[in-house]
């Protein structure tokens, strides 16, 4: 079990590698990062968000050195990138298909967090 252990915390360092980078590339790009062009009120809210997916992406970092113990974080954690992801779907059905990388983070943001989610709790029930 250390080593699924171990795995585990591997793929979430990465995995919330993801929103810390993007988060930071929006901080530091702004709307550019993401290729939008938009007023300074649009500017303002993409840096607004991206210091709330570094947050996400630091609050799952800490869960790495004790992710067996950490599950109501974790959980939490995840609902909220879920939830941003099922808000990125429904726009789909309102804006049309988006970018590769849009859909990138769709997958990121709904079907990750959802199988980390069930990969910790069996490391949790193990530990």
């Not at 993401?34 to 840096?47: E, Q, R, T, Y």
């Not at 950490?70 to 990138?81: E, G, N, P, W």
């Not at 709904?110 to 709790?121: D, E, G, I, R, S």
Request: hydrophobic share 55%.
């Amino acid at each position: 079990m250390r080593l699924e252990t171990r795995l585990l915390q591997l793929c979430v360092f990465l995995a919330a590698g993801v929103a810390v980078a993007a988060g930071l590339g929006g901080a530091i790009g702004g709307a550019r990062f993401f290729s939008l062009a938009g007023d300074v009120g649009a500017a303002s809210h993409v840096h607004y968000l991206s210091g709330l997916l570094f947050a996400i992406g630091l609050g799952f970092w800490s869960t790495i050195p004790d992710i067996a113990h950490r599950t109501a974080r974790f959980r939490l954690l995840a609902a909220i990138v879920v939830c941003g992801g099922l808000f990125r779907f429904a726009a789909i059905f309102r804006d049309g298909m988006p970018g590769h990388w849009a859909l990138f983070g769709l997958v990121n943001e709904t079907a990750v967090p959802l199988l980390l989610c069930l990969w910790q709790a069996r490391v949790a029930k193990a530990g």
